[in-house]
């Protein structure tokens, strides 16, 4: 059974950083591309990161509106992908997911995803 744990949430300061963990049990995720998402209170789940599988080439894709403060990367000796967070926001605060699919590259249709970690930025 595949199952995707998210932690490493919590209360923040504007301008501050956080590091994002998700573990995986029941599947590797070098074989999967990975991508994080999050969704904010009354808002749309948006993806803010991916990195695609290392069967690709890895590379990894930011939309705009976290370019040059997100960075995702993988630990594959503890099956374990990260988003460190920094110059953190107030409109960051959200909940953050993980997800995963057996696909090389980003943009494919996630099939596993986790319960979420929630991130809080304020004074």
């Known amino acids: 059974q595949v199952q995707l744990v998210e932690s490493g949430g919590g209360l923040v300061q504007p301008g501050g950083s956080l590091r994002l963990s998700c573990s995986a049990s029941?599947?590797?995720?070098?074989?999967?591309?990975i991508g994080w998402f999050r969704r904010a209170p009354g808002k749309e789940r948006e993806e803010v990161a991916c990195i695609s599988s290392s069967s690709s080439d890895g590379s990894t894709f930011y939309p705009d509106f976290v370019k040059g403060r997100f960075a995702i990367s993988r630990d594959s000796a503890k099956n374990t992908v990260f988003l460190q967070m920094n110059t953190l926001k107030p409109e960051d605060t959200a909940v953050y997911f993980c997800a995963a699919v057996e696909d090389p590259d980003c943009g494919a249709e996630y099939d596993y995803w986790g319960k979420g970690t929630l991130v809080t930025v304020t004074s």
């Open positions: 029941g599947f590797t995720l070098d074989d999967a591309t």
